[in-house]
């Protein structure tokens, strides 16, 4: 039987003809297994998502133990997992006396988010004010969320209730400022005029990406406190899109707690990491003001499978083994050594313009075409030929790496090897040095 699946799936973010993706048949560690019997070490965690590399035991195992136990019970039920994992995300975040509401995933979350800002708010079409050059997903109102480019044309985010604003890319800063801490309250003041524009009274939430994103963008350590200010000032709920960043791939449980507990979000929305991408599952976490609010209401939202029992006990075991593995700090310490590492090759190869992040095991290499103008190697979000070229060997050679447009981005799972961590910056010089050595600027329309 073939196990070729390129006649037979509709693949997401691809172009039909173009896929041709191996097979992978299975997995430990940051290494991948391919039906053809090599392995690949994964410098992404696939979707940035297996933090806990692949088939990490206690998942498993948690899994098998729970499908043995009790398969599905819907959410009119309760499930032991469920309750355990909501009072785990509770204690983590600081959220006591808050609510957890589960989904299926980041996209479903932030919409799920956007819900209930609106009705505790007390304001059903209030306004969501985002980012441009942002990611929340793919559903229709995720994508109005989302600042993406690629999207824009498919939804009506005006007509959708959603406002965007500049991004704190202190690289390109898009405020003019060449100091970055300075971009960064910049970014914060948009949002705060943007509220004061609209009106307070027609303003439900911000809803931002703390740290991480696949947009690339590292907002400066002045933009969340700034950001924080802002909105409580101004009486609206500030929602931390926590999919991509939390469970130690910034460094911290939550990308918002590297401002320790003065800048807590009124909610975040998680996926990914939550069960080491195992099995699907997203959430959101309530703070117990907006909980509160909900408590003699009734909540007109929810999919037949939020809060499976299989998902939410992946999510306890996930929990468990981020605690258990120091996998957390882990990831802060091999952080640090990877924004190093990376620095080091900025300096050996021209062709780097700018390397951010290593807040935990997350690093941005933006590629350019002219270190003193700036000038992008492809217009984005298109991604220049010698990159796609340096990719496709990188892969014939054992290693996967993940971009986006112009963007190297470097998010190994927690649980990468220290040796197989240099291995990949190794080739990554290697290859720097072959593709852009003397490659001519092809820029896209």
């Not at 043995?68 to 785990?88: F, I, K």
């Not at 970014?187 to 947009?215: S, Y």
Request: glycine share 8%; proline share 5%.
């Amino acid at each position: 039987m073939s196990i070729d699946e390129r006649q037979s799936v509709l693949h997401s973010w691809s172009v039909q003809a173009d896929w041709r993706a191996p097979t992978v048949v299975g997995g430990a560690g940051a290494w991948l297994r391919l039906s053809d019997g090599r392995r690949v070490l994964d410098m992404s965690s696939l979707a940035e998502c297996s933090n806990l590399g692949h088939q990490h035991p206690k998942l498993v195992e948690a899994i098998r133990a729970q499908a043995q136990r009790l398969c599905y019970v819907s959410n009119a039920w309760g499930a032991e997992p469920r309750a355990r994992l909501a009072d785990m995300l509770l204690e983590r975040s600081g959220f006591e006396g808050g609510r957890v509401f589960f989904t299926l995933g980041g996209a479903d979350a932030n919409e799920n988010a956007v819900k209930i800002a609106r009705q505790a708010s007390r304001k059903p079409r209030g306004t969501i004010i985002a980012r441009d050059r942002s990611y929340h997903g793919a559903t229709h109102l995720a994508m109005a969320l989302s600042g993406d480019s690629r999207t824009q044309a498919q939804v009506d985010a005006q007509g959708m209730g959603v406002s965007h604003v500049p991004p704190p890319y202190a690289y390109r800063c898009p405020f003019d400022s060449a100091d970055a801490d300075d971009c960064g309250r910049r970014g914060a003041d948009a949002v705060a005029r943007r509220i004061d524009e609209i009106g307070v009274d027609r303003v439900a939430a911000v809803l931002m990406e703390p740290n991480a994103g696949t947009n690339g963008i590292v907002a400066p350590d002045s933009y969340w406190p700034a950001l924080r200010r802002a909105t409580a000032q101004r009486a609206v709920y500030l929602i931390a899109d926590e999919v991509m960043s939390a469970f130690g791939r910034c460094g911290e449980w939550f990308a918002w707690q590297r401002h320790r507990d003065t800048c807590p979000p009124d909610m975040m929305t998680l996926a990914k990491g939550l069960t080491g991408a195992a099995v699907p599952l997203g959430a959101v976490v309530l703070s117990h003001a907006i909980a509160s609010r909900l408590e003699h209401e009734m909540l007109y939202t929810g999919l037949t499978y939020c809060g499976h029992p299989l998902a939410c006990a992946a999510g306890v075991a996930a929990l468990e083994a981020y605690a258990d593995e120091n996998l957390i700090e882990r990831s802060r310490t091999l952080g640090a050594q990877l924004l190093a590492q990376a620095k080091r090759l900025q300096q050996r190869h021209e062709v780097i313009g700018d390397v951010r992040g290593g807040h935990g095991l997350f690093v941005v290499i933006e590629l350019v075409a002219d270190r003193d103008t700036r000038a992008p190697l492809a217009s984005w979000p298109h991604t220049p030929p010698a990159l796609k070229a340096l990719v496709h060997e990188a892969m014939a050679e054992g290693v996967s790496f993940a971009t986006r447009g112009n963007l190297i981005l470097l998010a190994p799972p927690l649980v990468i090897e220290e040796d197989a961590l240099d291995h990949a910056l190794t080739l990554l010089d290697r290859l720097l040095e072959r593709h852009f050595a003397s490659t001519p600027v092809e820029v896209h329309p």
